[in-house]
């Protein structure tokens, strides 16, 4: 059974960091996609980053290009999502997901990914 626990949201003050984190557990995710969503209260849940646990094909959305950076740890199958310069407008609840197929590629969408964490709060004040 795959398992996903994400954790290290908190409150932060604008321009400031986090480094949330995504325990994976269940199985090898050699290749499969990693990806991070976020869900702010009365909108739909977005993408925010993906990578492949090789490394390669990552992608950021536009709005968090430059700011954010996602990495993984094979080791500790662990993939973090390092939060620089912090908006307002970063505040949701942080999800991350994994992609159980092989295929390469960009997923910018939910129904793209088969399994879920149950998400940590970020809220950036100003």
């Known amino acids: 059974q795959v398992q996903l626990v994400e954790s290290g949201g908190g409150l932060v003050q604008a321009g400031g960091s986090l480094r949330l984190s995504c325990a994976a557990s269940?199985?090898?995710?050699?290749?499969?996609?990693m990806g991070w969503f976020r869900q702010a209260p009365g909108k739909e849940r977005e993408f925010v980053a993906q990578?492949?646990?090789?490394?390669?094909?990552?992608y950021y959305a536009d709005s968090v290009k430059g700011r954010f950076t996602i990495s993984g740890d094979n080791a500790k199958n662990t993939v973090y999502l390092q939060m620089n310069s912090l908006k307002p407008e970063d505040t949701a609840v942080y999800y991350c997901?994994?992609?159980?197929?092989?295929?390469?590629?960009?997923?910018?969408?939910?129904?793209?990914?088969?399994?879920w964490g149950q998400g940590t709060q970020v809220t950036v004040s100003s």
């Open positions: 997901a994994v992609r159980l197929d092989n295929y390469r590629g960009t997923f910018y969408y939910t129904g793209a990914y088969d399994y």
């Open positions: 269940g199985r090898t995710f050699g290749r499969n996609t």
């Open positions: 990578m492949r646990w090789s490394g390669n094909y990552t």
